[in-house]
C-alpha cells in the first residue's frame, strides 16, 4: 500500500481517520478519534504530536487500558497468531517469533515476573532492540518502580506508535523512508 501524504491524511472523513489511524496504538481506536478533532495536521511530525497528547491527556484508566492492550513478547497470543498483524510483525523483526526454546523460556519467565511484579506488560520498542536487548532491558526494570514503569511503557508506546505512523504517512520530502 503506497503511504498517504500529509494532504491525504488531512483529507480524510472521521470514518476513514480511524480506520486508517486507529491500530498505530494498540486496540486503541479513541486516540485517533481524539486527534482527529486537531485537523488540519500539515505534516507527519504534527499528526504523531496530536495522537501523543490524545494518549497523555486520557484519563489513567483509559492509558492503562491501552498498556494492558499489548500482547506479551513471544507469548502465547503470538505463538497462537492471536496478536494484531502489527504486533506480529514487530515481534518478528526481532526475532522473537523464532527462539530457541532456552529463549522462549527466558521471555516466558520475564513475562510472568514482570506482570506479577507490575500487573502490566513488559513492553518495549521491539524496532530498536533484538531479542538479548530486550531481555536485558526486562530484567533491568524488574527493578524499577510501578509508576516509573507506567511512564515507561507509555514511553515506548509512543515510540512504536512513531514507527506505525511512518508506514502510513510519507515522509516530509527530502527524508527518504
Not at 481524539?34 to 488540519?40: D, G, M, Q
Not at 506479551?72 to 526481532?94: C, K, N, P
Amino acid at each position: 500500500m503506497a503511504r498517504l501524504s500529509p494532504e491525504e491524511v488531512d483529507a480524510l472523513s472521521r470514518e476513514e481517520f480511524v480506520r486508517v489511524f486507529g491500530g498505530v496504538y494498540e486496540n486503541s481506536p479513541w486516540a485517533a478519534e481524539a486527534a482527529w478533532e486537531e485537523r488540519p495536521f500539515g505534516e507527519l511530525a504534527a499528526l504523531e504530536q496530536a495522537l501523543e497528547r490524545a494518549v497523555r491527556r486520557a484519563p489513567a484508566e483509559r492509558r492503562l487500558e491501552l498498556i494492558k492492550a499489548h500482547p506479551d513478547l513471544a507469548g502465547r497470543a503470538a505463538v497462537a497468531g492471536e496478536i494484531t498483524r502489527e504486533s506480529a510483525r514487530e515481534q518478528s523483526s526481532a526475532g522473537l517469533d523464532r527462539l530457541t526454546p532456552e529463549e522462549h523460556a527466558r521471555f516466558t519467565r520475564m513475562n510472568r515476573e514482570y506482570r506479577e511484579r507490575f500487573g502490566i506488560p513488559f513492553i518495549v520498542c521491539v524496532r530498536e532492540h533484538t531479542k538479548e536487548s530486550i531481555l536485558a532491558a526486562g530484567e533491568r526494570r524488574l527493578s524499577s518502580t510501578r509508576e516509573r514503569e507506567l511512564e515507561t511503557a507509555l514511553d515506548e508506546i509512543c515510540k512504536i506508535a512513531r514507527h506505525r505512523l511512518r508506514e502510513i504517512v510519507a515522509p516530509p520530502e527530502g527524508e527518504g523512508a
